[in-house]
């Protein structure tokens, strides 16, 4: 627990939270941190206002943006698939813009994330400086048992451990499942962890994941960090799975425009002597198939299966001086914007 | 330019960092300064004159009470002296609307206006949530994060329309001469609700939506639905939109066109009650489809022949695109600006949607 309290700003009238600093906190390279973090632009990352500092000018705390309501530690598990990558996603997103801004968070989990009142998911708490040299305990793992990558306990020559990004991925696999079953799985909580954890495993939860999602997720918690995905290839899959059956694909073929989606999911395209091919709609791609004659994609020779990027042109036909034929497609989807 | 108040160098409440003028309205100068403590770009916003100074304080307590990422954050407010009061705001680094019509894209293609008017939509939500009425809805309100690339929108200056309404109200009743004569008025009116011009006083959350709508039409279409300058009064009163222009038929962004301009006719009901809640604004515009994908400034190349061409940009391949991608045109010269979104080719890459910025 860290000691915080509700205020009110009294020239804007509204509420903020003021927040003492964590022992241990190392004060000379507390503002230099807080200043990198300025530079993340991320709406799921709570804003810092000012510092608070005692008659001798040494900062004692934080004035942060006071978000309403409860942390996400005692939330109800989601009953559904769709609602747990719901609430997965913006999670996953918050932790790979601060990654795409080269930070490290530290200490994710799920007492450092609470929903607004809009509905947008706010990390707060990152693991700031600290003070290395005070104490012996401070230059062990620091972060919260339980969602500690097991690298964490690994001391290199120098007696300190260092880690990556990846420690964060590992956090929020935990964070995930925890969501997920509404608890912390026993298997994770030793210390280290032992990996894989029996009941840590995202393929066999009620909420029946797509088996891509979970088998990402589970790699979330790999023992080895290297075989731990990128955050953003997290996000990136958890919002394909999100718009599930709402991708839309317009054609433009001889002049006219053809629209595929979930209702029309496929069209057979041909012109004599050049090509053929069909698009269809799997819910999640535009896969072309039953390719016939010379076709190919954005310049690439086209073929059964090969997925349709957000944009392209098709060509029928050999190249100049044959006769050829454009097909171009748009594919779009409404926003995440979780 | 420079502003009147300050100049680069002046530091203000001990902590802010004036780097530069950034611009001014009818009420305020913005300046463009550095937190000190914090050590980040802000926008340092002053009222002109010190009459207004204690309603500017009223107007930053009403915006700081909207937080959304589709709105300016409201960060600080410095009250220095009773001559000096300063809202300090987050920086968007960008243009605002208004510019990026005038000075870049005369009018915008309809994937990027979906997703202007679903941002633009959420973040009035967000405030009409707060309790808090914009009544000033206009391109000069929002802020385009990378100007013509539009890679965010944000709405400025939820507080200062309440101070700009006395201004507005007196040149609305005053009639021409007044109206001409002030600024602010003059920028407002285009989007004004035929509510608001019979009574400024009945300006409720409905005049928000309508705004909006008006807005979305003009950077859609490139022309203001009701006309500029009194002439404006009378059409906004009749509430009849023109005619669509028809470069917005063309096949590849006819479908999209049509599903925002259905949307815009709702918010431009003359009836309050008939126009959309901004949350069932915010529903309709979740059904948009259009690419979020990042866009960027390049040249073309040249056509290879009628249908296609290349095009160059700062990094990155070469890029291929087709005419019937690009947006309000059938063809584009060498030499011509764009702004285009990439995706992955073989040899080239491909761009959809090509639209040609202002010569
Ligand atoms: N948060 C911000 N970050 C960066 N620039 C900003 C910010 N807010 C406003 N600006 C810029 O400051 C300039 C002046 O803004 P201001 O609101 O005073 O004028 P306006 O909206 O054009 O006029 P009016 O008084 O008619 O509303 C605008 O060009 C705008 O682009
Ligand atoms: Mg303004």
Redesign the interface.
């Known amino acids: 627990m860290s000691d915080a309290a509700k205020c009110i700003d009294t020239?804007?009238?509204?509420p903020v939270l003021v927040k003492a600093l964590k022992e241990g906190t190392d004060k000379k390279r507390l503002?230099d941190e807080?200043?990198a973090l300025?530079?993340i632009r991320s709406?799921h990352v709570v804003?810092?206002?000012?510092?608070v500092r005692d008659e001798d000018g040494e900062i004692q705390g934080l004035v942060e943006?006071y978000i309403e309501g409860a942390d996400l530690t005692y939330l109800n598990p989601p009953t559904t698939a769709e609602d747990l990558m719901k609430l997965f996603y913006p999670i996953a997103k918050g932790i790979a813009e601060i990654h795409d801004h080269g930070h490290i968070h530290r200490d994710v989990k799920r007492q450092n994330m609470k929903f607004?009142?809009?509905g947008?998911l706010k990390i707060f708490d990152f693991g700031l400086a600290r003070d290395e040299t005070a104490d012996a305990s401070t230059i062990g793992p620091i972060g919260t048992p339980g969602y500690m990558a097991p690298e964490l306990f690994v001391a290199g020559t120098n007696g300190k451990t260092s880690f990556t990004t990846a420690i964060d991925v590992y956090a929020f696999g935990v964070t995930a499942i925890s969501l997920a079953r509404g608890t912390m799985p026993n298997g994770l909580k030793g210390i280290p962890p032992k990996l894989p954890a029996a009941d840590a495993d995202f393929n066999g939860l009620p909420q029946s994941l797509p088996p891509a999602v979970a088998t990402l997720l589970n790699q979330c918690l790999a023992a080895d960090p290297t075989a731990r995905p990128k955050m953003s290839e997290v996000a990136e899959e958890l919002s394909l799975h999100l718009l599930h059956g709402?991708?839309?694909a317009?054609v433009?073929f001889s002049?006219?425009?053809y629209?595929l989606d979930a209702t029309h999911p496929a069209a057979d395209l041909s012109v004599a002597g050049q090509g053929a091919l069909r698009v269809r709609y799997d819910g999640l791609r535009f896969l072309l198939e039953n390719v016939t004659g010379h076709v190919a994609l954005?310049?690439?020779q086209a073929f059964n299966g090969m997925v349709v990027?957000?944009?392209?042109?098709i060509m029928l036909g050999l190249p100049y001086p044959s006769a050829r034929t454009?097909i171009?497609i748009?594919?779009?989807?409404?926003?995440v914007?979780l | 330019m420079n502003g009147n108040l300050h100049k680069a160098g002046d530091i203000i409440g001990d902590r802010y960092l004036v780097l530069g003028f950034i611009g001014q309205g009818g009420m305020q100068e913005v300046y463009q300064a550095e937190d000190k403590?914090?050590?980040?770009i802000v926008a340092l916003k002053a009222p002109k004159n010190l009459s207004a100074q204690k309603r500017f304080k009223r107007s930053?307590?009403v915006s700081?009470?909207v937080?959304?990422?589709n709105v300016a954050?409201?960060?600080?407010?410095?009250?220095v002296d009773e001559n000096h009061a300063y809202l300090v705001e987050e920086y968007i680094p960008g243009k605002d609307l208004s510019r990026v019509l005038r000075e870049d894209l005369p009018l915008l293609d309809p994937?990027i206006v979906a997703?202007i008017f679903?941002?633009l939509a959420?973040g009035l939500?967000?405030s009409h949530?707060a309790g808090v009425i914009h009544r000033d809805l206009k391109p000069s309100n929002v802020m385009s994060v990378d100007g013509a690339l539009v890679s965010d929108v944000k709405i400025t200056d939820f507080g200062i329309a309440k101070m700009a309404e006395e201004e507005i109200a007196e040149a609305a009743e005053g009639g021409e001469e007044s109206l001409t004569a002030s600024q602010t008025a003059i920028g407002a009116l285009p989007y004004m609700a035929p509510e608001i011009i019979s009574s400024m006083k009945s300006a409720d959350k409905p005049a928000d939506i309508w705004s909006l709508g008006a807005m979305c039409f003009e950077l859609l279409t490139g022309i203001k639905p009701f006309g500029a300058g009194l002439k404006a009064v009378s059409a906004i009163q009749a509430g009849k939109l023109p005619p669509f222009p028809t470069e917005l038929s063309k096949?590849?962004f006819?479908?999209l066109a049509k599903d925002i301009l259905s949307v815009v006719q709702k918010c431009l009901q003359l009836e309050q009650k008939a126009r959309p809640t901004a949350d069932e604004l915010v529903k309709l515009c979740?059904?948009?489809?259009?690419?979020?994908?990042p866009r960027e400034f390049g040249v073309v190349d040249s056509m290879r022949n009628a249908?296609?061409g290349f095009i160059t940009a700062a990094a990155g391949k070469s890029v291929?695109f087709?005419r019937?991608?690009i947006f309000g045109a059938n063809t584009a010269a060498s030499g011509e600006r764009v702004v285009f979104?990439r995706?992955?080719?073989?040899?080239?890459?491909?761009?959809?949607p090509v639209v040609k910025l202002r010569k």
């Not at chain 1, 804003?47 to 510092?51: A, K």
């Not at chain 1, 990027?309 to 042109?313: D, E, Q, R």
């Not at chain 2, 954050?73 to 009250?79: C, I």
């Not at chain 2, 995706?343 to 959809?352: H, I, K, L, Q, T």
């Open positions: 020239h804007l009238d509204r503002l807080i200043r300025q530079k709406k804003q810092i206002y000012d510092v943006e607004d009142g809009e947008c709402q991708h839309r317009f433009g002049g006219r425009l629209v954005n310049n690439q990027p957000g944009s392209c042109v454009a171009t748009d594919v779009s989807h409404p926003e914007t | 403590l914090l050590g980040k930053a307590v700081a009470k937080n959304h990422p954050k409201t960060l600080d407010y410095v009250d994937q997703r679903h941002h959420r939500a967000a949530h096949s590849q006819a479908p979740e059904t948009f489809c259009y690419p979020a994908n249908f296609f291929f087709h019937d991608s979104t995706y992955p080719g073989e040899g080239s890459d491909r761009a959809f």
